[in-house]
């Protein structure tokens, strides 16, 4: 029997299945490396999370600016209220 996740995204695409079956790191892999994490870190269960196809691309589109802002916190840039990408 094939195991059926949900799809986990906090909102959904408007093409979202309901089913999760894309595997997802919550925190992308180019956040983790920004924020120097472990491959432990990146690959522990709790950063993992089943997403719809459409979820998932919408989640990744997302990402590269996430993962941008990232590095500028890191290197010591502070962002102002309201201008934080969640
Ligand atoms: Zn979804």
């Known amino acids: 029997m094939k195991e ?3 799809c986990e995204a ?4 408007p093409d979202c299945n309901g089913v ?3 595997k997802d790191h919550f925190t992308s892999k180019a956040i983790a490396r920004a924020r120097k994490w472990s491959h ?3 690959n522990d269960p709790e950063n993992i ?3 719809s196809p459409s979820c998932h691309q919408e989640k990744d ?4 600016q996430i993962a941008q802002q990232v590095r500028f916190q890191v290197n010591g840039g502070t962002i102002r209220f309201g201008e934080a990408i969640t």
């Not at 906090?10 to 695409?13: D, V």
């Not at 589109?61 to 590269?64: M, V």
Request: positive net charge; charged residues 20%.
């Open 61 to 64: 589109k997302n990402n590269a």
């Open 4 to 6: 059926y996740r949900v």
């Open 49 to 51: 999370q089943y997403l």
């Open 20 to 22: 999760g079956s894309t």
């Open 40 to 42: 432990k870190k990146l």
């Open 10 to 13: 906090p909102t959904h695409h």
